[in-house]
């Protein structure tokens, strides 16, 4: 008697999980309901890991952006007289703290890809970060003071 309902099973069969480096199209991506069974899909999803860790690099950058805007729009040789729940509620610093929640999130997703052990999503996910990188490293190490050490 066949108890087999056509469930998110049937995807973890058809695409095992499997612990080391392999080549296959055929990957279940983060959810049992997001599987890859054909080359399309799979390319499509390579893509977009590309995309989403090209804009991970863009994200760190506008943050820092950000930050030294804000502290150039303030005066970096004044003292910051704000009291503490001024500095907490202040519309910049909840702005960096949803940003930073949007980083974090990225960053724990793109390392949830590498972790499928798939060698193209892994390629995807390092080359995204590297032309990232390109884009926006070079803008960020031209225009951040070099005798600051604070991260």
Known sequence: MDHN?????????????QMSFHAGSC???LFPSWATTDAGAFVGATIGFFLLAFAY?????GRELLHFSDAA?????????????EALLCRMHL????????QVSVSYILMLIVMT?????CLAVVLGAMCGYYVFGWVRNS??????HCN
């Open 57 to 61: 690099e863009g994200l760190k950058y």
């Open 117 to 121: 052990y798939n060698c193209w999503l």
């Open 95 to 102: 702005i960096q703290t949803l940003l930073h929640l949007l």
């Open 143 to 148: 225009s951040v003071d070099p005798t600051e």
């Open 73 to 85: 729009k303030r005066g970096t040789h004044t003292n910051d007289k704000r009291t503490l729940r």
């Open 27 to 29: 990957e279940v991506i």
């Open 5 to 17: 309902h056509g469930g998110p099973d049937d995807m973890e069969m058809a695409c095992p999980m």
